[in-house]
């Protein structure tokens, strides 16, 4: 047992000498590999948003279409910064009747759609706002390679809008620890 928990040790000094983290982070070597990086040695821009740019939610059926790529493979939360978003919203609500659609495009390509439900999946931190739909990489979005999202809004909230907003498009890393 004492040799087994020396030889994690030694692993995970070798994994931050090395700046293997981000190799790990990438999947390179599986799944589980990848989880076991994270709890030791996380690469210091895995919580960076691979975009958060501003959008306007109140046109329907307007679509915005943004550029952005993926570094880390695992669960990517695609929704929106909200500028006056916060802890209240666990005891105001626990959805939105905001309805989007989310096609994503590689080398003008159609790879993947997800629609929203009004379902939210509240995040804080450096960014508080809400996921509305989960996208797996490298399963269905590709590392290290220009994706184009376009936005397609199908329905507002403009008591949502109005109470946290403005909005910024967001995609970003979401734990999967």
Known sequence: MIKFCMLIIFLINLMILTGC?????KGKLGKQARLLGEC????????VPAINEPINLN??????????TLKYAGTHSV???????????YLNR???????????????????????TGKVYPFFGDTNGVGLVYI?????IPIDKIITCKVIILKTDEDFLNEYGPASFFVGRHSDL
């Open 21 to 25: 983290s981000e190799f790990l982070a």
């Open 40 to 47: 030791f040695c996380r690469p210091k821009d895995l919580s």
């Open 136 to 140: 797996e990489s490298p399963e269905e």
């Open 94 to 116: 626990s959805d939105t009747n905001l309805n989007l659609k989310f096609c994503f495009y590689l080398n003008d390509q159609l790879i993947l759609t997800k629609e929203s």
């Open 59 to 68: 046109e329907i059926n307007s679509t915005h279409s943004f550029d952005f």
């Open 79 to 89: 929704g929106f910064s909200l500028a006056n978003f916060d802890t209240r919203y």
